[in-house]
């Protein structure tokens, strides 16, 4: 995957602050979420993308599954260019995202079942490589038969990483796969991770709130702030770089917050 001076600009309308009612003015105000963006992913690399809120990550990753494209720039993966080549794109990718959608009243299996259908998957080998991942990750077939509303936020998790990976694709998208889990939950999802790493022909890219797990399961790691990347190494390397052993360190130092204020900051949206 190549990302060549990207960007994506958003506009927001500007409010009139001396007013009560905080009227809108009528005019707008460019907020460059992408900033002239440059990186590329190795096959078979687990890419880590770190940043604060408002950072520009969760809109890379959208640019990365086409569900933008960017104003600037080029974005080619497996050398298909993501604007033109678009449904070329999609057959190599899939997304698990913090908050997955799902039809609530079915239940897992059923749910991952027309997930079969949609990705033109044989409905039983569907069904049989759904389980046969829910079981992996710690999900037996009574949960699996349990409508979606009736499940806790971590085993709901779990069918969206076991929809994702029924399909083996060439690229997988972790969007926060772990962000609200409890800590056997995490630590299911974050060694079957590895276990796709070493079985399947997979290259990852992750954003993630946890400092430890991205220094567990990633390749490289590239800390974005206001839109650019600010820093980009191995774990180990940019640890290196500011003299710490500490990757919450590493982050404050190139973003001026801490961990714990980003924690802060997501939990109050």
């Given at each position: 995957?190549?990302?060549?001076?990207?960007?994506?600009?958003?506009?927001?309308?500007?409010?009139?602050?001396r007013?009560?009612?905080?009227?809108?003015?009528?005019?707008?105000?460019?907020?460059?979420?992408?900033?002239?963006?440059?990186?590329?992913?190795?096959?078979?690399?687990?890419?880590?993308?770190?940043?604060?809120?408002?950072?520009?990550?969760?809109?890379?990753?959208?640019?990365?599954?086409?569900?933008?494209?960017?104003?600037?720039?080029?974005?080619?993966?497996?050398?298909?260019?993501?604007?033109?080549?678009?449904?070329?794109?999609?057959?190599?990718?899939?997304?698990?995202?913090?908050?997955?959608?799902?039809?609530?009243?079915?239940?897992?299996?059923?749910?991952?079942?027309?997930?079969?259908?949609?990705?033109?998957?044989?409905?039983?080998?569907?069904?049989?490589?759904?389980?046969?991942?829910?079981?992996?990750?710690?999900?037996?077939?009574?949960?699996?038969?349990?409508?979606?509303?009736?499940?806790?936020?971590?085993?709901?998790?779990?069918?969206?990483?076991?929809?994702?990976?029924?399909?083996?694709?060439?690229?997988?998208?972790?969007?926060?796969?772990?962000?609200?889990?409890?800590?056997?939950?995490?630590?299911?999802?974050?060694?079957?991770?590895?276990?796709?790493?070493?079985?399947?022909?997979?290259?990852i890219?992750?954003?993630?709130?946890?400092?430890?797990?991205?220094?567990?399961?990633?390749?490289?790691?590239?800390?974005?702030?206001?839109?650019?990347?600010?820093?980009?190494?191995?774990?180990?390397?940019?640890?290196?770089?500011?003299?710490?052993?500490?990757?919450?360190?590493?982050?404050?130092?190139?973003?001026?917050?801490?961990?714990?204020?980003?924690?802060?900051?997501?939990?109050t949206?």
């Amino acid at each position: 995957m190549e990302c060549r001076d990207v960007c994506k600009s958003f506009y927001e309308e500007i409010k009139d602050s001396r007013s009560w009612k905080n009227l809108f003015l009528g005019k707008k105000r460019e907020v460059k979420a992408v900033h002239q963006i440059s990186f590329q992913i190795r096959r078979n690399e687990v890419f880590g993308l770190l940043g604060p809120n408002g950072s520009g990550k969760s809109t890379l990753i959208r640019l990365l599954s086409t569900l933008l494209f960017p104003d600037r720039g080029q974005l080619t993966i497996f050398g298909h260019d993501v604007v033109r080549d678009q449904r070329q794109v999609r057959r190599f990718i899939n997304r698990v995202s913090v908050e997955a959608s799902f039809f609530k009243k079915l239940s897992a299996i059923e749910n991952l079942r027309y997930a079969a259908r949609i990705y033109g998957l044989n409905t039983s080998e569907g069904e049989r490589k759904a389980l046969s991942i829910l079981r992996r990750l710690g999900m037996n077939e009574d949960k699996a038969q349990t409508s979606l509303e009736n499940l806790s936020r971590g085993m709901q998790q779990k069918v969206a990483i076991a929809r994702a990976l029924m399909t083996s694709p060439t690229l997988l998208l972790l969007d926060e796969p772990t962000t609200g889990l409890d800590p056997k939950s995490k630590r299911d999802v974050q060694e079957y991770v590895e276990e796709v790493m070493e079985t399947h022909d997979a290259t990852i890219i992750l954003t993630t709130h946890d400092m430890d797990e991205a220094e567990r399961l990633c390749d490289r790691i590239a800390i974005i702030d206001h839109g650019k990347i600010v820093a980009m190494d191995t774990a180990e390397g940019l640890k290196k770089q500011i003299g710490t052993a500490s990757m919450e360190e590493v982050f404050f130092r190139f973003t001026g917050k801490s961990w714990e204020d980003v924690l802060a900051d997501e939990n109050t949206e």
